[in-house]
């Protein structure tokens, strides 16, 4: 799977927008691009994924370049909850685990 | 619905001992992934299953390490003899059908081991 780099520490002021950006240039056709986040204590929580197109939840939106090599995932209005580890993983669809390959992530700051 | 489920979330051991971690998926879900986060550290694989088959089970550490899933849903790591470089959070996560792409993978909360 493709590699993926992400900045260590980003923060945001509550109630803003948090951008956080994820640097995948050797992604190839095959594969998705999937965003993870953990609080403190709890397991990763599962929040957008896509493949080409841009990708909008009740969590977050993802964006995606048209070259594929990189992507921003935006929290729309970041809350003191909203402080975690984001994970930007790049994972194949065709392979046959399916495992998710987890980097070191960002770790985004919320202040009020 | 119910999420991903493990027991216990904390399990404290004397090293040499042996302990399961169980893990119970998302009902219907037939792809089941054990992971590994050590303090401070990212999150280790361990072992995929489909179905009762581990077709995945490169990230075990070793041969102390073993996990077993019955009926398609359950599944059970056990660590023999454990070892206080173990101590850690134990994860599993369960996807459904097929285990390509589309399909993310839900985490459980957790174990936390605690070798002694």
């Known amino acids: 799977d493709a590699k993926t780099t992400q900045p260590t520490s980003m923060d945001c002021a509550e109630g803003r927008a948090a951008n956080l950006p994820c640097n995948h240039s050797t992604i190839s056709g095959n594969e998705y691009v999937y965003w993870y986040r953990q609080i403190h204590s709890q397991g990763p929580q599962y929040i957008i994924h896509?493949?080409?197109n841009n990708e909008t939840n009740e969590m977050a939106s993802l964006i995606i370049t048209e070259d594929r090599k990189s992507s921003t995932l935006i929290l729309p209005h970041a809350t003191l909850r909203d402080t975690a580890v984001y994970y930007c993983i790049v994972r194949s669809r065709s392979g046959n685990t399916g495992k998710l390959i987890f980097g070191q992530g960002t770790t985004l700051q919320v202040k009020p | 619905g119910a999420g991903v489920s493990q027991s216990p979330s904390n399990k404290v051991t004397e090293k040499g001992k042996d302990v399961e971690l169980r893990c119970d998926p998302i009902s219907g879900h037939t792809a089941l992934y054990w992971y590994r986060q050590s303090l401070g550290q990212g999150l280790e694989f361990l072992i995929y299953?489909?179905?009762?088959?581990?077709?995945?089970k490169s990230g075990l550490p070793s041969d102390r390490f073993s996990a077993e899933r019955t009926g398609g849903s359950v599944s059970t790591l056990t660590i023999q003899r454990t070892q206080q470089e173990d101590s850690a959070v134990y994860l599993c996560?369960?996807?459904?059908?097929?285990?390509?792409?589309?399909?993310?993978?839900?985490f459980g909360n957790g174990t936390r081991l605690t070798v002694t």
């Open positions: 996560a369960s996807s459904s059908l097929p285990p390509g792409g589309n399909s993310p993978l839900h």
């Open positions: 896509g493949l080409k």
């Open positions: 299953f489909q179905g009762n088959s581990a077709p995945d």
